[in-house]
């Protein structure tokens, strides 16, 4: 089927597809239907919900958990087993959740069609339910319409049309029926219809040439169902430290039985040394932190605008090395700005921002009172006047309502102090010409001191052919070469700039006159001057995009708008240096070249349907971790595709959103930045409970290894290691994952994605730390086993332990900045969480039924001040370190080895 439609006629069209202007016939559309199908998206075949939720238990680390289940059965720990069937019950349920919310994005989109359509059958005109529209048939559309089907448009009268939902731009696009080229891009192709899109405004007869999957959201459909979620950074990290720690405590185990037989222990005894080393090695605290963890940076995030759809989403922008960003909207304010005047001869520039009415002109640095200037006061009149859009709230806010264009000329009158209603009592409109694309110019008539006057406002091309006058040192002169040369040059300055540029002109008529045409205006018009416009950069986006620059982050902009805007924004919001690459250009590049050439450019400008998914891509290709924003149908795919899909909840659709996996509340750039740094800063809270996790459980491990092999004897029972496991796992882990931000989180360069939780450095530490606590434990319980009995000596290793723990869990908050530099209490849910364990560790040791189940004794001072020096000792190795080498363990902590940064 011909795919360029645009660039045929009407006639050759209907040839083609054996249809007329009256359409087809009832019998052959009936046969077209049979033949061709409904039209309608097709979703694909769905995963039964019972397979769907079995399916999450296919992890490793839930291999480990199932293996600690077992093992605390064992032990009749059944209380614990309990929890952590809970917590693998609680880890399916959230992944299932997460895959069905994936599968909404295919739904969203198959509500876009129309429910019902009118076309002309046979020459007669009925509705018929959309899904039974086929090739060739032709429909009818006025405003308010949904399009059925991709079409071709045949007539067209003032006819707007939001694509929106497709491109993701929010301007309404003037359509129209003339023939365009073959190479046009699907923005540009303004004689052409597209499904799922919606009239503003005018009516249209066109010949449907593709419906269902052949049409351009069909084929994001089609995408959306072929593209693949790949695992996130935290996913993979954790399954590899998973499989890690089942082979280290299968190995344990081994090396423990074998020192255990050495020795001529029994071998019961030996087995249930073995099992209470796999329970101490075993981090079954780690799911459950790492849920607690992510579930505080969701909150977290949300109070700074971005709502997190999928928990393992909140650490992947921490290792974000790409954010693909629209540009309306999210770099800019999606406002349009009036920047720049030029009028008698002189350039005006305009302060403020957006729709907010507050502002100065200025002409040379000087600022500029309209009031006093006669031809810039007219100007901004006849801008307020010639003009349909509303400033809402009297001028006290920053809304517009109706077009964006006329809006900006609304704002830039009330910053003179000219309020539009007023004006219209002033000059009370009598008749007008609407603007339509084909004419080019926007025309109204109103009263004005007993006479006529008409304002117009258009392109400059146009009102020149309509000029015979020009204002020239605030008076009327004649319309001369040059001084039209003046007002083209003047236009060109300012598209240059990328500014959208309207030209501002008046004609007198005698009282007389009551309507408005064409004629009147040709030849008699005095040309006022020229408006720049343009959609700014938002501040807030700057300083993002100054902070992404820090971060080690690239910045690229994917937009719809054209090249020479897209470009100047760029400069503006300071964006990497780079080459823009446009929509047409990006078509013709294979996906090996595009792979070569993605690392050069920083903008993308004029891009199609699907060219985000191929941007992604190409990206992802070369290693890179790639957030992409986007907000409408024509984003889904790329957004299910990239690392992590960020959709906009002012103006993104439903598609894009259920696709997506954060949704910004404000739409705004900033907000993602600083999703960024959660994300960082989430990450490294989990790094800090990994270290603890696995120091303490290795540490008890080497310890009961070492204690076995040289004295014979476990310096723990097994229901001191679940306590040790309780109070110091989850009571201190949880809070551990919620250590508050350092503000270094954007001072870092991005984490590459083969550098998991777990790297060189925090395994020298996690070495040093669990061999000073195995150390300090043996020392501890060889010291007291040799001058006090066994469960004296075992109480003292006990505590050891714990005090030993709780103070590597204040040294575990940062591997490079001391607690007094972070603050002693500013982590308060540590503080409170060790306070809380404190007197839990002294029931076990001096309540007496509790004595008895932990067979441990009273302890006098000198006995605690043996418990307490391993543990003091480290966290005065681990500050000094800190002071002095405060990168010691950061080796691979963003790179991996053999890889520059």
């Given at each position: 089927?011909?795919?360029?439609?645009?660039?045929l006629?009407v006639?050759?069209?209907?040839?083609?597809?054996?249809?007329?202007r009256?359409?087809?016939?009832?019998p052959?559309?009936?046969?077209?239907l049979?033949?061709?199908?409904q039209?309608?998206?097709v979703?694909?075949?769905?995963?039964?919900?019972?397979?769907?939720?079995?399916r999450?238990f296919?992890?490793p680390?839930?291999?480990?958990?199932?293996?600690?289940v077992?093992?605390?059965?064992?032990?009749?720990?059944?209380?614990?087993?309990?929890?952590?069937?809970?917590?693998?019950?609680?880890?399916?349920?959230i992944?299932?959740?997460?895959?069905?919310?994936?599968?909404k994005?295919?739904?969203?989109?198959?509500q876009?069609?129309?429910?019902?359509?009118?076309?002309?059958r046979?020459?007669?005109v009925?509705?018929?339910?959309?899904e039974?529209?086929?090739?060739?048939?032709?429909?009818?559309?006025e405003?308010?319409d949904?399009?059925?089907?991709?079409?071709?448009l045949?007539?067209a009268?003032?006819?707007?049309?939001?694509?929106?939902?497709?491109?993701?731009?929010?301007?309404?696009?003037?359509?129209?029926?003339?023939t365009?080229s073959?190479?046009?891009?699907?923005?540009?192709r303004?004689?052409?219809?597209?499904m799922?899109?919606?009239?503003n405004s005018?009516?249209?007869?066109?010949?449907?040439?593709?419906?269902g999957m052949n049409?351009?959201i069909g084929?994001?459909?089609?995408?959306?169902r072929?593209?693949k979620?790949?695992?996130?950074?935290?996913?993979?990290s954790?399954?590899?430290?998973?499989?890690?720690?089942?082979?280290?405590v299968l190995?344990?185990?081994?090396v423990?039985?074998?020192?255990?037989?050495?020795?001529?222990l029994?071998?019961e005894?030996?087995?249930l040394l073995?099992?209470?080393?796999?329970?101490?090695?075993i981090?079954?605290?780690?799911p459950?932190?790492?849920?607690?963890?992510?579930a505080?940076?969701?909150?977290e995030m949300?109070?700074?605008?971005?709502?997190?759809?999928?928990?393992?989403?909140?650490?992947?922008?921490?290792a974000?090395t790409?954010?693909?960003?629209?540009?309306?909207?999210?770099?800019?304010?999606?406002?349009?700005?009036v920047?720049?005047?030029?009028?008698?001869g002189?350039?005006?520039?305009?302060?403020g921002?957006?729709?907010?009415?507050?502002?100065?002109?200025l002409r040379?640095?000087?600022?500029?009172?309209?009031?006093?200037d006669?031809?810039?006061?007219?100007?901004?009149r006849?801008?307020?006047?010639c003009?349909?859009?509303?400033?809402?709230?009297?001028?006290?806010c920053c809304?517009?309502?109706?077009?964006?264009t006329?809006?900006?000329?609304?704002?830039?009158a009330a910053?003179a102090?000219l309020?539009?209603?007023?004006l219209?009592?002033a000059?009370?409109?009598?008749?007008?010409?609407?603007?339509q694309?084909?004419?080019?110019?926007m025309a109204?008539l109103?009263?004005?001191?007993?006479?006529?006057?008409?304002?117009?406002?258009?392109?400059?091309?146009?009102l020149l052919?309509f000029?015979?006058?020009?204002?020239?040192?605030?008076?009327l002169?004649?319309?001369?070469a040059?001084?039209?040369?003046?007002?083209?040059?003047?236009g060109?300055a300012?598209?240059?700039?990328a500014?959208?540029v309207?030209?501002?002109?008046?004609a007198?008529?005698p009282a007389e006159?009551?309507?408005?045409k064409?004629?009147?205006?040709?030849g008699?018009?005095?040309?006022?001057g020229?408006v720049?416009?343009?959609?700014?950069?938002?501040?807030?986006?700057r300083?993002?995009?100054?902070?992404?620059?820090?971060?080690?982050?690239r910045?690229v902009?994917?937009?719809?708008?054209?090249?020479?805007?897209?470009?100047?924004?760029?400069r503006?919001?300071?964006?990497?240096?780079?080459?823009?690459?446009?929509?047409?250009?990006?078509?013709q590049?294979t996906?090996?070249?595009?792979?070569?050439?993605?690392?050069?450019?920083?903008v993308f400008?004029?891009?199609?349907?699907?060219?985000?998914?191929?941007?992604?891509?190409a990206?992802?290709?070369?290693?890179?971790?790639?957030?992409m924003t986007?907000?409408g149908?024509n984003?889904?795919?790329a957004?299910?595709?990239s690392?992590?899909?960020?959709?906009?909840?002012?103006?993104?659709?439903?598609?894009?959103?259920?696709a997506s996996?954060m949704?910004l509340?404000?739409?705004?750039?900033?907000?993602?930045v600083?999703?960024?740094?959660?994300?960082?800063?989430?990450?490294?809270?989990?790094r800090n409970v990994?270290?603890?996790?696995l120091?303490?459980?290795?540490?008890e491990?080497?310890?009961?290894?070492?204690?076995?092999?040289?004295?014979g004897?476990?310096p723990?029972?097994?229901?001191?290691?679940?306590?040790?496991?309780?109070v110091?796992?989850?009571i201190?882990?949880?809070?551990?994952?919620?250590?508050p931000?350092t503000g270094?989180?954007?001072?870092?360069?991005?984490?590459?994605?083969?550098v998991?939780?777990?790297?060189?450095?925090?395994l020298l530490?996690?070495?040093?730390?669990?061999?000073?606590?195995?150390?300090g434990?043996?020392?501890?319980?060889?010291?007291a086993?040799?001058?006090?009995?066994?469960?004296e000596?075992?109480?003292i290793a006990?505590?050891a332990?714990?005090?030993?723990e709780?103070?590597?869990?204040f040294?575990a908050?940062?591997d490079e900045?001391?607690?007094?530099?972070?603050g002693?209490?500013?982590?308060?849910w540590?503080?409170?969480?060790?306070?809380?364990?404190?007197?839990l560790?002294m029931?076990?040791v001096?309540?007496?039924?509790?004595q008895?189940a932990?067979?441990?004794?009273?302890?006098?001072?000198?006995?605690?001040?043996?418990?307490l020096?391993?543990?003091?000792?480290?966290?005065?190795?681990?500050t000094?370190?800190?002071?002095v080498?405060?990168?010691?363990?950061?080796?691979?902590?963003?790179?991996p080895?053999?890889?520059k940064?």
């Open positions: 089927m011909n795919g360029n439609w645009h660039s006629s006639d050759e069209i209907l040839r083609q597809l054996s249809s007329s009256e359409g087809l016939s009832a052959e559309a009936a046969k077209r049979a033949d061709q199908g039209n309608r998206l979703g694909k075949k769905r995963v039964p919900p019972i397979v769907m939720f079995l999450q296919l992890n680390l839930i291999y480990v958990l199932i293996a600690a077992i093992i605390k059965a064992i032990l009749k720990s059944l209380l614990d087993a309990g929890v952590i069937v809970a917590v693998l019950l609680l880890m399916a349920v992944g299932f959740v997460q895959e069905t919310r994936a599968e994005a295919m739904e969203a989109l198959l876009l069609a129309a429910p019902k359509a009118k076309v002309r046979g020459g007669r009925q509705t018929i339910p959309a039974e529209i086929v090739t060739g048939d032709v429909i009818l559309l405003a308010g949904k399009v059925p089907a991709d079409a071709r045949m007539e009268s003032s006819l707007k049309v939001g694509e929106a939902p497709l491109t993701g731009e929010s301007m309404p696009v003037d359509k129209h029926t003339e365009l073959e190479e046009t891009p699907v923005a540009d303004k004689n052409m219809l597209f799922g899109t919606a009239v005018g009516r249209a007869t066109a010949v449907v040439v593709a419906t049409t351009e084929r994001i459909a089609s995408a959306i072929e593209t979620t790949q695992k996130t950074p935290l996913q993979q954790i399954s590899r430290l998973s499989r890690y720690v089942l082979v280290l190995g344990a185990c081994a423990l039985f074998i020192a255990g037989l050495l020795e001529g029994p071998v005894d030996v087995f073995a099992v209470t080393a796999a329970v101490s090695a981090p079954e605290g780690l459950a932190t790492v849920t607690v963890t992510l505080v940076g969701m909150k949300a109070q700074r605008n971005a709502i997190i759809r999928r928990l393992v989403a909140v650490e992947t922008l921490g974000a790409v954010i693909c960003s629209d540009k309306t909207g999210t770099l800019t304010l999606n406002q349009m700005t920047r720049r005047i030029y009028v008698d002189h350039w005006v520039e305009v302060t921002e957006g729709y907010q009415p507050q502002g100065q002109f040379d640095g000087k600022v500029l009172s309209p009031d006093e006669g031809p810039l006061a007219l100007l901004l006849i801008g307020a006047l003009n349909d859009a509303l400033l809402a709230g009297e001028m006290q809304d517009v309502i109706g077009d964006p006329e809006g900006a000329l609304v704002v830039v910053k102090g309020d539009k209603e007023r219209q009592l000059y009370p409109r009598v008749d007008e010409i609407p603007f694309s084909e004419k080019q110019y109204t109103h009263t004005r001191n007993g006479g006529r006057v008409a304002y117009v406002k258009g392109s400059l091309e146009r052919s000029s015979a006058a020009v204002i020239k040192d605030g008076a002169a004649p319309l001369t040059v001084e039209s040369q003046a007002l083209v040059d003047a060109e300012m598209a240059r700039d500014m959208r309207l030209a501002i002109g008046c007198e008529f006159h009551l309507a408005l064409e004629e009147d205006i040709r008699h018009l005095t040309l006022v020229l720049g416009m343009a959609d700014p950069p938002r501040e807030e986006a300083v993002a995009v100054g902070q992404c620059r820090e971060a080690g982050i910045v902009m994917a937009t719809g708008d054209n090249k020479v805007t897209a470009e100047s924004v760029a503006q919001l300071e964006l990497p240096p780079g080459r823009a690459v446009t929509g047409a250009e990006l078509q590049m996906d090996d070249e595009l792979r070569q050439e993605v690392k050069g450019v920083s400008a004029r891009i199609e349907p699907l060219h985000k998914l191929r941007i992604v891509n990206f992802k290709s070369q290693g890179e971790v790639v957030a986007g907000d149908v984003d889904a795919p957004l299910k595709a690392s992590i899909g960020v959709a906009m909840g002012i103006t993104g659709t439903d598609v894009a959103k259920e996996d949704v509340a404000d739409d705004n750039f900033a907000s993602v600083a999703a960024v740094e959660e994300g960082r800063a989430i990450f490294n809270r989990l990994t270290l603890f996790l120091t303490t459980g290795l540490g491990l080497v310890a009961l290894i070492l204690c076995v092999s040289v004295l004897l476990a723990l029972l097994p229901l001191q290691i679940i306590w040790v496991n309780l110091t796992g989850v201190v882990a949880v809070p551990l994952g919620m250590e931000k270094y989180e954007l001072k870092q360069p991005p984490r590459h994605p083969r998991g939780l777990v790297y060189p450095g925090l530490r996690l070495a040093f730390l669990a061999l000073m606590l195995s150390i434990v043996f020392l501890a319980f060889n010291w086993q040799s001058r006090s009995g066994l469960d000596a075992r109480t006990f505590c332990v714990i005090v030993f709780w103070l590597v869990a040294n908050r940062s900045f001391t607690i007094f530099r972070l002693i209490f500013h982590n308060v540590l503080v409170r969480a060790v306070l809380l364990a404190i007197p560790q029931a076990v001096y309540a007496p039924p509790l008895a932990f067979k441990t004794v009273a302890l006098g001072i000198d006995e605690w001040g043996m418990a020096l391993p543990g003091v000792c480290i966290f005065v190795l681990e000094s370190r800190k002071l080498f405060p990168r010691a363990f950061s080796l691979g902590k963003w790179q080895l053999g890889k940064a």
